[in-house]
């Protein structure tokens, strides 16, 4: 079983920023993926960005260029930095792994943090 821990969400005026973190913690574990996805009210939850073991990322359109996704390996941790927010980037932001144990690979999520941008 992986446990997933999110922090960093909070309410900042629009053109601000915010920095999300999330923190995956088990017993023997691999991971594949990371990524973060939004949920407004009222919406489904969306993709936001996401990373893959490698590097290779992917950006949600509305995103880029003001989103950056990293991790630290070592610590099993990945980030979202938010830049340039917008009152629509307003929503339930949830961390997402994918990774095997064993041999069963799943999707872990994070309990969701609250971002709030007013304009």
């Known amino acids: 079983q992986v446990q997933v821990v999110e922090s960093g969400g909070g309410s900042v005026q629009a053109g601000g920023s915010l920095r999300l973190s999330c923190a995956a913690s088990g017993d023997s574990f691999s991971i594949t993926y990371m990524g973060w996805y939004r949920q407004a009210p009222g919406q489904q939850r969306d993709l936001v960005a996401g990373?893959?073991?490698?590097?290779?990322?992917k950006y949600a359109d509305s995103v880029k260029g003001r989103f950056t996704i990293s991790t630290d390996n070592a610590k099993n941790t990945v980030y979202l930095q938010m830049n340039n927010l917008k009152p629509e980037d307003t929503a339930v932001y949830y961390c997402?792994?994918?990774?095997?144990?064993?041999?069963?690979?799943?999707?872990?999520w994070g309990q969701g943090t609250q971002v709030t941008v007013s304009s």
């Open positions: 997402n792994i994918g990774a095997s144990t064993g041999y069963v690979f799943d999707d872990y």
């Open positions: 990373i893959f073991t490698g590097g290779i990322t």
